[in-house]
């Protein structure tokens, strides 16, 4: 048998252990620049990192379920091209269940209920769906078991069992392991635990219970469906469009008029909103990286070209060319791998930023999001690569010295300038050219910003509180008995000392209040009567009160006209200038079309005849932050009354002091009424706006990663610089000696960088200004105004040349301070 040797002779160990520490003394004698290039490093990768990370948990894999390529919400569109959830009928859903191209089908709706039975209540959200739901998911419980088709057999009321989510058992039960088998009480109905979800399990988006529901209760949430294997999208839409048709003909106002199916994937609303900005922001990292590969390259070149003589040396004595390049390989690999290390906990500290800054309404907030194995290996690859890139070329420089050449100190240092004048000019023009990038999206980003902040509101949502009132079922079943509660539950409110105003308002909460109805004009028929439409609002007569919103004509109805459900109107500017560009609108009258009438809605009994338009109020935004002001109608909210309506509330102090207090006041009328959710300020609602929160996001990083960018370029810029003053020592102390002045000095050094600077910022002035149009849309410009897009470039221009000068001054201000008989020494 052949005995087995270690591949590595002990001298080999030997050697390496050698380099080792001989790279280490070299890096703790020169601390400033090992400090330099290990930073660069670690903030591009660290800022690579973390984006990828998000990136890879919110784009690649947001769900944790199987066969995620084959699920997909039923959706519909309407002819104005919204797409929205299907609301369908227990017959309808039995019928769904024999379409050819589904292969499980999932329905659901969202809901909040209360935990009874303790000391105290506690808001929970439910998810109610029938027993399909986690088997078409295939996701195994973390305790436990899942909801089955038996928990919610057709024809029967469902079991009473509930299946906690991660969260809501870590927060409410401490993660008691032993949870399985006890009870809950939601609503004073016990439900018996069967299980307890896995931590990143996303569907519901936060959700905190499982219920089953039984399939014939009409459900006002949506449907998902997984396809068979090989059936397009556009092969379900087809199949599933005349059953659509049937249903839209047999129940007209449970569907938008002439809707078609637009199936989509389960992912297609995640990478439709955040793919672009989450794609831009990588870029922007990307660019980062280069420029910090580029910077440590500067520097290592700078270094490598000094120790020209050091390497002379060693040649001369003995050292072979491979021992050369393992020793200067041997410091770039443990630059590298510091700089990775120290990015990995930049990452893991940046991530947290990331996560805290994306907006919430664009993805599920139980997705996971952390720095996982392929985060991991694309880190190390990435040091592997900037360690090839930056320590290769300098190590196969050394490799060879020309002896005889280097051991004379003069030609040595004119050689290495030479040598290396043209690698530091492009790296140098590089940097500046991806600096100018990066500075000119960051300031369309912050324009955008800035533009939408400075939107005219057309109301004020300072200290304005919004607090949800559901109603559980069977309670308050009729029109005026629910009226007189909801007044009841306001006046209540108003009560409180530190309240200005309590309005009520259903669906009208700004910025996206209130929802698209279909209306005519009397003795002004509409020549597309398909496409009038206007946002639709439920108020009462202090709605515009409590939102400071002005009213310009007319007047807003009575207490007493609310109680008896008058048919009244008000109408905006914009619906007024619309539909009656000449004269006043006052005194005309409008119907609501295709009002519903589901059990649990009450209509008042003239709720469906012609309401007089009694007043015109000011334009406010009701489309989001980033779109102009739609046509809008206000009618009195005892006109439809919901399972549930929404109270607007003015405080004189901070809002947030008053949530108890709020609440106590709501226990006051009805001690087992819960407020919907978190009680939330209208200032909150804009900032989870999802372009408010997209463009905060955009604005801050690239902010951020500009000024990371701009410090990167001008540390390379110095580093090449002061390479050049030192290699030209001889020669400046030279035209001193001759005469000449200390500004001709510094202009020969600030000339010598200003070519790589100019070429940098006219490549980067090329790219900014060819790229208009897509660094428009990339930053997410979509409030229709105008980028002052080249004089943003021009401004990053001038920003770029005065850095550059300052990292100039410096090298030049110690070239034009060389002493003479000092550099003619020097060697």
Same mark, same amino acid.
């Given at each position: 048998?052949?005995?087995?040797?270690?591949?590595?002779k002990?001298?080999?160990?030997?050697?390496?252990?050698?380099?080792?520490?001989?790279?280490?003394?070299?890096?703790?004698?020169?601390?400033?620049?090992?400090?330099?290039?290990i930073?660069?490093?670690?903030?591009?990768?660290?800022?690579?990192?973390s984006?990828?990370?998000?990136?890879?948990?919110?784009?690649?894999?947001?769900?944790?379920?199987?066969?995620?390529?084959?699920?997909?919400?039923?959706?519909?569109?309407?002819?104005?091209?919204?797409?929205s959830?299907?609301?369908?009928?227990?017959?309808?859903?039995?019928e769904?269940?024999?379409?050819?191209?589904f292969?499980?089908?999932?329905?659901?709706?969202l809901g909040?209920?209360?935990?009874?039975?303790?000391?105290?209540?506690?808001?929970?959200?439910?998810?109610?769906?029938?027993?399909?739901t986690?088997?078409?998911?295939?996701?195994?419980p973390?305790?436990?078991r899942?909801?089955?088709?038996?928990?919610?057999?057709?024809?029967?009321?469902?079991?009473?069992?509930?299946?906690?989510?991660?969260?809501f058992?870590?927060?409410?039960?401490?993660?008691?392991?032993?949870?399985?088998g006890?009870?809950?009480e939601l609503?004073?109905k016990?439900?018996?635990?069967?299980?307890?979800?896995?931590?990143?399990?996303?569907?519901?988006?936060?959700?905190?219970?499982y219920?089953?529901?039984?399939?014939?209760?009409?459900?006002?949430?949506?449907?998902?469906?997984?396809?068979?294997?090989?059936?397009?999208?556009?092969?379900?839409?087809?199949?599933?469009?005349?059953?659509?048709?049937?249903?839209?003909?047999?129940?007209?106002?449970?569907?938008?008029?002439?809707?078609?199916?637009?199936?989509?994937?389960?992912?297609?609303?995640?990478?439709?909103?955040?793919?672009?900005?989450?794609?831009?922001l990588?870029?922007?990292?990307?660019?980062?990286?280069?420029?910090?590969?580029?910077?440590?390259?500067?520097?290592?070149?700078?270094?490598?070209?000094?120790?020209?003589?050091?390497?002379?040396?060693?040649?001369?004595?003995?050292?072979?060319?491979?021992?050369?390049?393992?020793?200067?390989?041997?410091?770039?690999?443990?630059?590298?791998?510091?700089?990775?290390?120290?990015g990995?906990?930049?990452?893991?500290?940046?991530?947290?930023?990331?996560?805290?800054?994306?907006?919430? =309404? *664009?993805?599920?907030?139980? +997705? !996971?999001?952390? $720095?996982? /194995?392929?985060?991991? @290996?694309?880190? &190390?690859?990435? #040091?592997?690569?900037?360690?090839?890139f930056?320590?290769?070329?300098?190590?196969?420089?050394?490799?060879?010295?020309?002896?005889?050449?280097?051991m004379?100190?003069?030609t040595?240092?004119?050689?290495?300038?030479?040598?290396?004048? =043209? *690698?530091?000019?492009?790296? +140098? !023009?590089?940097? $500046?050219? /991806?600096?100018?990038? @990066?500075?000119? &999206?960051?300031? #369309?980003?912050?324009?955008?910003?800035?533009?939408i902040l400075?939107?005219?509101?057309?109301?004020?949502?300072?200290?304005?509180?919004?607090?949800?009132?559901?109603?559980?079922?069977?309670t308050?079943?009729?029109?005026?008995?629910?009226?007189?509660?909801?007044?009841?539950?306001?006046a209540? $409110?108003?009560?409180?000392?530190?309240?200005?105003?309590?309005?009520?308002?259903t669906?009208?909460?700004?910025?996206?209040?209130?929802?698209w109805?279909?209306?005519?004009?009397?003795?002004?028929?509409s020549?597309?009567?398909?496409?009038?439409?206007?946002?639709?609002?439920?108020?009462?007569?202090?709605?515009?009160?409590?939102?400071?919103?002005?009213?310009?004509?007319?007047?807003?109805?009575?207490?007493?006209?609310?109680?008896?459900?008058?048919?009244?109107?008000?109408?905006?500017?914009?619906?007024?200038?619309?539909?009656?560009?000449?004269?006043?609108?006052?005194?005309?009258?409008?119907?609501?079309l295709?009002?519903?009438?589901?059990?649990?809605?009450?209509?008042?009994p003239?709720?469906?005849?012609?309401?007089?338009?009694?007043?015109?109020?000011?334009?406010?935004?009701?489309?989001?932050?980033?779109?102009?002001?739609r046509?809008?109608?206000?009618?009195?909210?005892?006109?439809?009354?919901?399972?549930?309506?929404q109270?607007?509330?003015?405080?004189?102090?901070?809002?947030?002091?008053?949530?108890?207090s709020?609440r106590?006041?709501?226990?006051?009328?009805?001690?087992?009424?819960?407020?919907?959710?978190?009680?939330?300020?209208?200032?909150?609602?804009?900032?989870?706006?999802?372009?408010?929160?997209?463009g905060?996001?955009?604005?801050a990083?690239?902010?951020?990663?500009?000024?990371?960018?701009?410090?990167?370029?001008?540390?390379?810029?110095?580093?090449?610089?002061?390479?050049?003053?030192?290699?030209r020592?001889?020669?400046?102390?030279?035209?001193?000696?001759?005469?000449?002045?200390?500004?001709?000095?510094?202009?020969?050094?600030?000339?010598?960088?200003?070519?790589?600077v100019g070429?940098?910022?006219?490549?980067?002035?090329?790219?900014?200004?060819?790229?208009?149009?897509?660094i428009?849309?990339?930053?997410?410009?979509t409030?229709?105004?105008?980028?002052?897009?080249?004089?943003?470039?021009?401004?990053v221009?001038?920003?770029?040349?005065?850095?550059?000068?300052?990292?100039?001054?410096?090298?030049?201000?110690?070239?034009?301070?060389?002493?003479?008989?000092?550099?003619?020494?020097c060697?």
């Amino acid at each position: 048998m052949n005995e087995f040797r270690f591949p590595f002779k002990e001298t080999d160990l030997v050697t390496l252990l050698q380099d080792i520490r001989y790279a280490f003394r070299q890096l703790h004698n020169h601390l400033g620049f090992a400090l330099t290039a290990i930073l660069s490093l670690a903030l591009g990768i660290g800022a690579t990192v973390s984006v990828f990370s998000v990136i890879y948990g919110v784009l690649l894999h947001p769900f944790p379920y199987a066969d995620v390529d084959r699920l997909a919400n039923l959706s519909i569109r309407d002819q104005k091209g919204n797409i929205s959830d299907a609301w369908f009928s227990g017959q309808q859903l039995r019928e769904l269940r024999n379409v050819h191209a589904f292969e499980n089908i999932a329905s659901w709706r969202l809901g909040f209920l209360e935990i009874t039975g303790g000391e105290i209540p506690e808001n929970v959200r439910a998810y109610f769906g029938i027993g399909e739901t986690f088997p078409t998911l295939r996701v195994p419980p973390l305790l436990g078991r899942n909801l089955g088709p038996s928990d919610s057999p057709d024809g029967q009321e469902p079991q009473p069992v509930a299946v906690l989510h991660y969260r809501f058992w870590q927060r409410h039960f401490n993660g008691d392991p032993a949870i399985i088998g006890k009870t809950l009480e939601l609503d004073h109905k016990r439900y018996t635990i069967v299980g307890v979800t896995r931590p990143n399990f996303t569907e519901g988006w936060g959700t905190d219970v499982y219920l089953p529901q039984e399939i014939g209760n009409p459900l006002g949430g949506g449907v998902m469906v997984k396809l068979r294997p090989g059936v397009s999208l556009a092969a379900a839409d087809a199949e599933m469009q005349p059953l659509l048709d049937r249903y839209m003909h047999e129940r007209p106002l449970d569907f938008p008029k002439n809707a078609k199916v637009d199936i989509r994937l389960l992912t297609w609303e995640i990478t439709h909103n955040m793919g672009s900005t989450l794609y831009l922001l990588f870029g922007a990292v990307a660019m980062l990286l280069a420029i910090g590969c580029s910077n440590v390259s500067i520097l290592l070149l700078a270094r490598g070209t000094a120790r020209q003589h050091e390497f002379a040396v060693r040649a001369a004595v003995g050292a072979g060319s491979i021992r050369i390049v393992r020793q200067l390989l041997t410091e770039s690999l443990m630059l590298a791998l510091t700089g990775a290390v120290l990015g990995v906990m930049l990452a893991s500290r940046l991530l947290v930023v990331i996560i805290a800054w994306l907006p919430p =309404r *664009l993805f599920p907030p139980d +997705v !996971a999001i952390h $720095i996982n /194995l392929p985060v991991l @290996l694309f880190s &190390v690859v990435v #040091a592997l690569l900037t360690t090839v890139f930056f320590g290769l070329i300098p190590a196969l420089q050394m490799a060879k010295p020309e002896i005889s050449r280097v051991m004379q100190s003069a030609t040595t240092r004119a050689a290495g300038s030479v040598r290396g004048k =043209r *690698l530091h000019a492009m790296l +140098v !023009a590089a940097q $500046i050219a /991806l600096t100018m990038m @990066l500075l000119t &999206v960051a300031g #369309a980003a912050i324009e955008s910003f800035i533009h939408i902040l400075r939107v005219p509101l057309g109301y004020n949502p300072h200290n304005v509180v919004s607090v949800g009132i559901p109603l559980r079922e069977n309670t308050y079943t009729n029109w005026q008995a629910r009226v007189n509660y909801f007044e009841q539950l306001r006046a209540s $409110i108003a009560a409180l000392p530190d309240v200005i105003s309590a309005s009520i308002t259903t669906g009208g909460t700004p910025p996206g209040g209130g929802w698209w109805q279909r209306f005519d004009l009397l003795g002004k028929p509409s020549l597309s009567p398909e496409s009038q439409y206007a946002k639709f609002n439920l108020i009462d007569s202090d709605y515009f009160r409590t939102l400071q919103t002005p009213l310009l004509e007319g007047r807003a109805w009575t207490p007493a006209e609310i109680a008896h459900g008058t048919p009244l109107a008000i109408v905006n500017q914009t619906f007024a200038r619309q539909y009656f560009p000449e004269g006043s609108i006052l005194g005309h009258s409008l119907k609501v079309l295709d009002l519903r009438n589901d059990p649990g809605v009450w209509n008042a009994p003239e709720a469906s005849g012609w309401m007089q338009i009694i007043g015109v109020v000011a334009d406010s935004i009701n489309d989001g932050v980033d779109q102009p002001t739609r046509p809008a109608m206000f009618v009195p909210y005892s006109t439809q009354l919901w399972m549930g309506t929404q109270f607007l509330v003015r405080t004189r102090i901070a809002p947030d002091s008053l949530q108890n207090s709020i609440r106590r006041q709501i226990a006051l009328v009805n001690p087992n009424q819960p407020a919907f959710g978190a009680i939330a300020s209208l200032e909150k609602w804009i900032r989870d706006e999802p372009v408010w929160a997209r463009g905060r996001l955009i604005s801050a990083l690239f902010a951020g990663f500009s000024i990371l960018a701009l410090i990167l370029s001008a540390v390379g810029l110095y580093s090449v610089v002061s390479y050049s003053v030192a290699q030209r020592t001889n020669e400046f102390g030279i035209r001193i000696a001759l005469g000449a002045q200390k500004s001709d000095v510094s202009k020969i050094v600030l000339a010598s960088a200003g070519i790589s600077v100019g070429l940098g910022v006219l490549t980067g002035l090329a790219l900014s200004l060819g790229l208009h149009r897509f660094i428009s849309g990339w930053v997410g410009n979509t409030t229709n105004h105008p980028l002052t897009h080249p004089l943003i470039v021009l401004s990053v221009s001038l920003l770029l040349v005065v850095v550059a000068v300052m990292a100039c001054l410096m090298p030049a201000r110690r070239a034009s301070s060389v002493d003479p008989m000092t550099a003619l020494r020097c060697d």
